[in-house]
């Protein structure tokens, strides 16, 4: 039972565009949000995350936004550049830290 | 340099034997966890602990064993019941607290690709 989705497996843009990630979760209970980032065969880093008593935290080029009532959560970087070519894991976590993943969306982006 | 070290890197073993993968940390951190990620699916809980000498089985522990008995090591054991074993596993670690705070982040080692032959 996958409790959070990224129903996009890839996903490209132009340098300079905007991307937007999604990501769906199922269990209500989950009260703690985090994008991770990641390059081939290194291991996941922190990108941003959010509480679920906001609904948007922005950290320079990355926004997270976060929807309660449609369990949705959207990671925007704006602009693209293409560094930011790798895999992003959504992750939520409920209150004893257990966190599950998503499946990941490989962004990328084109000069 | 704070971080999480596992090793090693690349691992191959044939089938039957069992294979333990190593994890360390040096950031003080309470929690650890291990993944696995298999193609197409995101990382799945395996094992994790939230203080030494104490763990608990996450979502696919089957044929997995682990122990902590330091505060900066968590090493997994792949033993020969596990069905599928090649996979890259992930150990990482955070700082153990309540939910709304920083400390749900969990900082990622390099990771450790096994195969089984």
């Known amino acids: 039972d996958q409790q959070v989705k990224q129903n996009s497996p890839s996903l490209s843009v132009q340098e300079g565009r905007i991307s937007i990630l999604n990501c769906d979760y199922t269990?209500?209970?989950?009260?703690?949000f985090l994008w991770y980032k990641k390059y081939p065969a290194e291991g996941p880093t922190f990108l941003i995350s959010?509480?679920?008593?906001?609904d948007k935290n922005e950290d320079g080029r990355f926004t997270v936004f976060l929807n309660k009532s449609a369990k949705h959560l959207s990671l925007h970087i704006v602009p693209s550049q293409p560094g930011d070519s790798a895999v992003y894991f959504c992750a939520a976590s409920l209150t004893n830290n257990d966190m599950r993943f998503g499946a990941g969306t490989r962004l990328t982006v084109k000069p | 340099d704070g971080g999480i070290t596992q090793s090693p890197k690349y691992l191959f073993r044939k089938e039957g034997q069992n294979v333990t993968l190593s994890c360390e940390q040096n950031?003080?951190?309470?929690?650890m966890y291990w993944y696995r990620q298999d193609p197409g699916q995101g990382l799945r809980l395996i094992y994790y602990?939230?203080?030494?000498?104490?763990?608990q089985k996450g979502d696919i522990a089957e044929g997995y064993s682990v122990s902590r008995e330091k505060k900066e090591s968590f090493p997994l054991t792949v033993t020969s019941a596990q069905k599928n074993p090649t996979a890259f596993y992930l150990c990482a670690s955070s700082v153990a607290g309540t939910s709304g705070h920083r400390s749900n982040e969990q900082f990622f080692g390099p990771g450790t690709r096994l195969t089984v032959l």
């Open positions: 269990n209500s209970m989950f009260d703690y």
């Open positions: 950031l003080n951190h309470d929690a």
């Open positions: 602990s939230q203080i030494v000498n104490d763990f």
């Open positions: 959010i509480s679920s008593i906001k």
